[in-house]
C-alpha cells in the first residue's frame, strides 16, 4: 500500500448544492454517504460507490463539505471494499469561512483498473460533536473548471458523478426545532418561500406532514449578499442558529446565526389555503408559512397608496386581521395602489406584539375578473366544469386545478373569451375532466391569470365519485419520494383490508391500514419513506380475496 497516495487538503467554501440520490445513468457513478447516529464521539464514515459497468484507477478532488461547528476531520484513508489508494493523511485546520462551513478535499489513485460494481472506496473518522447538522456532504461533480471537482478517473478520462445520497444527523425539521423554543440551538433545513431585503423566510412539511415555517433575519454581511442572488424563492437552506422571539416571532436573529448552506436550487412549495378565520384562530400553526387567502378588501382606508412602517386592515365576510407594511428592508409594496375590491393575499404569516399580521412582499392586485357562476356536475365518467363571468379585465385566462393528495395540481388553462381580455359583457366558459376519478370527493378551482401574469383563486366546487369496482387504490403521490408519500383506498361495503408496503424481496416494511373501513369511501393514508433506503417498493391493497397494488420508488 504504500505505493499508493491520498492527498487531501482543507480549504473554505461558502455554498455547495446537493442532489437526492435517484441512477440516472446506469454507467456514471453513484456515491452514498450514510445517515450518522447523533454521538458525542468518533463515528467512521463508511463513503460509497456504485461503479455500474465502469472501472476506475482513481478519484480526483472529492470535495466535501462539512459544518464544523458539528463535526470536525480526525482520519482519512481508502476504503476496504474497493482500494483506490491510501497511505499519506495531512490534516490543516485550514481558515474557516464565516459562514461556518469547512471543505475537505480527498485525492486518490491506485496501481491497476478497478471492475467492482459497488462498495466501500472511501473510511472519513469524524468527531461529531453536535446532536443534529450537516456533518458530511459531497459537491456534485464539476469538470468546467481548471481543476475538476469530485470525479472518478477511468484511464485519463474523468467520470462525473451521476447521483449523491447525502447523510446527515438528527432530522434537521422545523416543527422540532420550533417545540425547543426561545434560546434553543436550531438545526434545520427547508425550503425557502420568500426572500427580500434582510429577511429569509423557510419551510418543510415537517408537522405531522404539514408546513413547518421559520424566518432568518434581518442579517448583514455574506448572509444578505446571497438573498436575491442564491437564495431566492424555491431554494433549499442548511441553518443553524440560535432561536430567539422578539415582538412574539419565533426566528433566528442575523447575530444569532450560527451557519447555513444553499442545498440545491428547486421550486417553492404551493401555497396553502386558509380562511381568515383560521388564521385569526389559529395563527400559531401557520406563522412564517405561505397561505393564500382570498376574497378580503381593506378596511377604512385614508390614503390610496401604501406607506412603509404602517399596519392596515383587510377583512372578508367573517372577521378581520392586521396587514403590516414593513420598511424596504422587508417589502416591496410600498408606494403601491391599495387594492380598492376583492383581492387575494398569498404570503407569510407574521406575528408582532400586538398578534398574528399578514406580511406582504409584493403587491396584491384587486380581482380582475367577476365570476358569477362556478360548477361541476358528472357526465359519464367524466367530470364537466361550467363558469360564466360577468366583466372581465385584463384577463388572460384560467388555470383549472383539481386537489390531490399532494396538493392542487393544474388540469389545463382556458384563455379568455374576451378581446385584449377585457370586458364589460358576459362571457361562458367550459371544461372537460376526462381523466379517470378515485372514488370519494373531488374538489376543483380556478387561477384566474392576469396579463401582467398576477393571479387570483376563485371558489371550489365539488362532484362525489361512487367505485366502478371492488377496489380502488390511488397513485402514490409525490413519487419519487424522501420524506413521506399519500394515497388513497376504497373498497365495497364490509370488506376486510390491509394495506402495506414491501420491498422488492416481497418483504412487508409498513402496515398502513388494517380493518374494515366505510364502503365506497376513500380513506387516505400515509407511507413514512423517510424510515426507507431508496429503491422501489410496492403498495399493496388486499380485501375479500382481491389485490391492487401501487408502485413507489424512495430517494434518499
Known amino acids: 500500500m504504500s505505493d499508493r497516495r491520498l492527498l487531501v487538503l482543507l480549504a473554505p467554501i461558502f455554498t455547495f448544492v446537493a442532489l437526492a440520490w435517484m441512477p440516472v445513468q446506469a454507467q456514471t457513478p453513484s456515491v452514498t454517504i450514510p445517515k450518522l447516529p447523533s454521538a458525542t464521539n468518533t463515528v467512521t464514515v463508511s463513503v460509497e460507490v456504485e461503479l455500474g459497468a465502469q472501472e476506475v484507477d482513481g478519484f480526483s478532488n472529492m470535495k466535501f463539505i462539512f459544518d464544523n ?12 471494499e474497493i482500494n483506490l489508494g491510501s497511505s499519506q493523511f495531512k490534516y490543516n485546520s485550514g481558515d474557516i469561512s464565516n459562514d461556518g462551513i469547512d471543505t475537505l478535499r480527498v485525492t486518490g489513485s491506485a496501481d491497476s483498473l478497478v471492475s467492482e460494481k459497488s462498495g466501500e472506496f472511501l473510511q472519513i473518522d469524524i468527531s461529531v460533536t453536535g446532536d443534529e447538522g450537516t456533518p458530511l456532504r459531497l459537491i456534485p461533480s464539476d469538470t ?25 444527523i438528527g432530522s434537521l425539521n422545523i416543527e422540532n426545532e420550533r417545540t425547543q423554543g426561545s434560546s434553543s440551538t436550531a438545526t434545520v433545513t427547508g425550503t425557502v418561500i420568500r426572500a427580500f431585503g434582510e429577511y429569509v423566510r423557510f419551510q418543510d412539511d415537517s408537522d405531522n406532514g404539514s408546513p413547518s415555517g421559520l424566518t432568518v433575519g434581518p442579517v448583514s454581511s455574506d448572509f444578505k449578499e446571497d438573498i436575491g442572488g442564491n437564495i431566492t424563492k424555491g431554494t433549499r437552506l442548511y441553518v443553524r442558529g440560535t432561536l430567539s422571539k422578539p415582538g412574539g416571532l419565533l426566528r433566528i436573529d442575523g447575530q444569532d446565526l450560527g451557519s447555513y448552506t444553499v442545498l440545491e436550487q428547486g421550486a417553492p412549495p404551493m401555497a396553502q389555503d386558509v380562511s381568515l378565520s383560521e388564521l385569526v384562530s389559529n395563527g400559531g400553526t401557520y406563522e412564517s408559512e405561505l397561505v393564500r387567502v382570498t376574497g378580503l378588501s381593506f378596511r377604512d382606508l385614508e390614503e390610496s397608496s401604501f406607506i ?10 367573517a372577521t378581520s386581521l392586521a396587514y403590516r407594511v414593513a420598511d424596504n428592508n ?32 409584493r403587491p396584491a392586485t384587486a380581482l380582475p375578473v367577476t365570476l ?24 388572460a385566462g384560467f388555470r383549472v386545478q383539481h386537489e390531490r393528495a399532494a396538493g392542487w395540481q393544474e388540469l389545463g388553462f382556458v384563455p379568455s373569451t374576451a378581446d385584449d381580455g377585457t370586458t364589460g359583457e358576459a362571457q ?37 365519485v361512487g367505485m366502478e369496482g371492488t377496489l380502488h387504490l390511488s397513485a402514490p403521490a409525490p413519487n419519487p419520494s424522501s420524506e413521506r408519500a399519500t394515497l388513497s383506498f376504497a373498497v365495497q361495503e364490509g370488506r376486510r383490508a390491509d ?11 409498513q402496515t398502513l391500514y388494517e380493518g374494515t373501513p366505510p364502503g365506497e369511501e376513500a380513506r387516505r393514508v400515509t407511507v413514512e419513506t423517510g424510515t426507507l433506503s431508496s429503491g422501489v417498493y410496492v403498495v399493496r391493497l388486499r380485501a375479500g380475496g382481491r389485490t391492487q397494488t401501487r408502485r413507489l420508488t424512495v430517494v434518499q
Open 499 to 509: 394495506v402495506a408496503v414491501y420491498d422488492v424481496l416481497g418483504q412487508r416494511v
Open 308 to 317: 412603509k412602517n404602517k399596519t392596515y386592515t383587510v377583512e372578508d365576510a
Open 144 to 168: 468546467e473548471g481548471q481543476i475538476p471537482t469530485s470525479v472518478f478517473n477511468s484511464g485519463g478520462q474523468n467520470l462525473e458523478v451521476a447521483d449523491i445520497s447525502q447523510g446527515r
Open 428 to 464: 361562458s366558459y367550459r371544461f372537460v375532466v376526462d381523466r379517470r376519478l378515485g372514488p370519494g370527493t373531488h374538489r376543483f378551482r380556478l387561477e384566474q391569470v392576469d396579463l401582467d401574469r398576477s393571479t387570483a383563486l376563485s371558489d371550489t366546487v365539488q362532484v362525489e
Open 69 to 80: 461547528g458539528v463535526i470536525s476531520i480526525e482520519d482519512v484513508r481508502s476504503g476496504e
Open 330 to 361: 422587508q417589502t416591496d409594496v410600498i408606494g403601491e395602489s391599495i387594492p380598492t375590491g376583492t383581492f387575494t393575499y398569498e404570503g407569510v404569516l407574521g406575528e408582532s406584539s400586538r398578534g398574528f399580521q399578514l406580511v406582504p412582499i
Open 372 to 395: 358569477t357562476g362556478f360548477t361541476a356536475v358528472r357526465n359519464g365518467s367524466s367530470t364537466v366544469l361550467t363558469w360564466r363571468t360577468a366583466s372581465e379585465t385584463n384577463n
